[in-house]
């Protein structure tokens, strides 16, 4: 049986974190639905990642961000999230609900996965919403990776609250226990972008019960319906460089999920050399992921060092043991 975490009677303090970076035009509506949530969320941190746009502006007039950290310049999807968290932890959350500026949740998406995480036995530490496309089709980039090699009990435990037992998620819509974030520290800042989520989540569930929940609904409004690795240009330096530091540097992984998804990444990898008409200059770039990804990351404390919340990260890194 999987490690779960221990349920608490009272009514756990839910926050939400959205990370901002020159989406002014679909902020407003995060927001709004945010607020709208048939149940409440007591907090809602919005992290500005040194947006060019009018996105100071919106959160700033928008009466929904009960919090609003502004970055000193872009730290990427890794690094806002690292930062919002952070900032939703010293707050006091028991529970952390985290998205990008184009995620919009809908109305009974929170209350959803809270009546989830109190039906199943032993509380898990991670509930991941399903996203959708504006079309309504599931979006294959936030598909979770479902957990293999999982006792029959386990899944059973899952299926009777409509769920399925997960192994990695995207931080599209993820609500996150506190005690697994003070436990295992916030996701690698270093990331930027790209894998971030893998590692995290990854590292959040390796002996913990983390759930995907259907039933919860949040419509991700990517420009395109499809997975960003099938083209991803000049980020497949990030790419190849997070996932090495991934396998090589992360305790997210046994053995075994560590053969299984460094195959399954050099198989993706190798389709997408021979079908790219773009081969020699991903070539280029699968040499300079490897050679970033040779050096070890920037310690998260240091990456958010100029940061509002530079004291809550480094209270929460030393308290996992990772500064």
Known sequence: MLEGVSVTSARPRIAAVVVCWNRCDLLPDVLDALACQTRPLDAIVA??????????????????????VTTPR???????????????LEDGADLVWIMDDDTVPAPDALAALEAARESYRGQPALLAARADW??????????????????????IAAA????RPVRTASFVAVLIDARAI????????????????FEYTGRLLRRRVGLYVPRARVEHRTRTFGNSTADPGPRFVNEVRNKMWTFTRSPAFGPLDRVAFAGATALRWMRLLARSPQRRQHLSRLYEGVCEG????????DVLAETPVAEAVRSIEEGAGRV
């Open 134 to 155: 504006i079309d309504g089709r599931e979006h294959p980039m936030n598909r979770p990776r479902y957990r293999p090699w999982l006792n029959r009990g386990s899944r």
């Open 182 to 197: 003070r436990e295992e520290g916030l996701p690698e800042a270093a990331y930027f972008l790209w894998n971030d989520d």
């Open 294 to 301: 040779m050096r070890a990351p920037a310690p998260t404390v």
């Open 160 to 163: 009777r609250i409509g769920a």
């Open 47 to 68: 992290v500005d990642n040194a947006s060019s746009d009018d996105t100071p502006r919106v959160l700033a007039q928008h009466p929904a961000p009960t919090c609003i």
């Open 74 to 88: 872009n730290l990427g999807g890794a690094g806002g999230f690292a930062a919002g968290i952070a900032a939703a």
